[in-house]
């Protein structure tokens, strides 16, 4: 395996920041080819190897005095690798369950009402959405679009108007 010979030649490096550096220098590489096996993906190992780091760096003066403490990064590294396997695993196993039990297609006349409300002017379809769906009162509309009641009343009954005779024309051309 690449970047074995590293595992000794880095034991008992000190306690001291430069040898913590020191050693990242000499096993970094060696094992992020050994995790790249593992994985498969060259990013997850990197991950995974620096977050084993990371994680000696604080216990850098107990584990400096190890035999060798590259084998303890290894092992964290790899963990990590496995944990996030397993939760990936776990993730798509999930994903497959919402899928299974998926929200049913949408029918064609919501199909044709979206349609037909994309065609409003925004402030026609807005006033629409959030009176008819939102359940929002004129005046929160109003407030909300910073204009009077009589405006949100004129978009409503304006873009009424024009969706009912999209939807009219949409249905005669679906028969």
């Known amino acids: 395996m690449p970047g074995g010979g590293a595992d000794r030649t880095a034991g008992r490096t000190g306690s001291g920041v430069a040898d913590f550096q020191e050693f990242y220098a000499l096993t970094f590489h060696p094992l992020t080819m050994q995790l790249w096996a593992y994985t ?6 990197q991950d995974v190897v620096q977050d084993a780091f990371c994680a000696l760096f604080e216990r850098w003066d107990r584990i400096s005095q190890y035999d060798d403490p590259t084998a ?24 497959r369950r919402q899928r299974e039990s998926h929200v049913p297609e949408p029918s064609p006349d919501r199909v044709m009402l979206v349609a037909a409300l994309a065609e409003l002017p925004a402030t026609q379809r807005r006033a629409l959405v959030k009176f008819h769906l939102g359940d929002l009162s004129v005046a929160e509309i109003a407030l909300q679009e910073g204009v ?7 978009w409503l009954h304006r873009g009424r108007a024009v969706l009912a005779a999209q939807l009219a024309e949409r249905g005669e051309e679906r028969r």
């Open 40 to 45: 498969g993906d060259l990013a997850q190992a």
């Open 72 to 95: 303890w990064v290894r092992r964290v590294a790899w963990n990590h690798a496995t944990n996030r396997f397993r939760r990936s695993r776990t993730f798509l196993r999930w994903a």
């Open 148 to 154: 009077s009641a009589g405006t949100v009343k004129s």
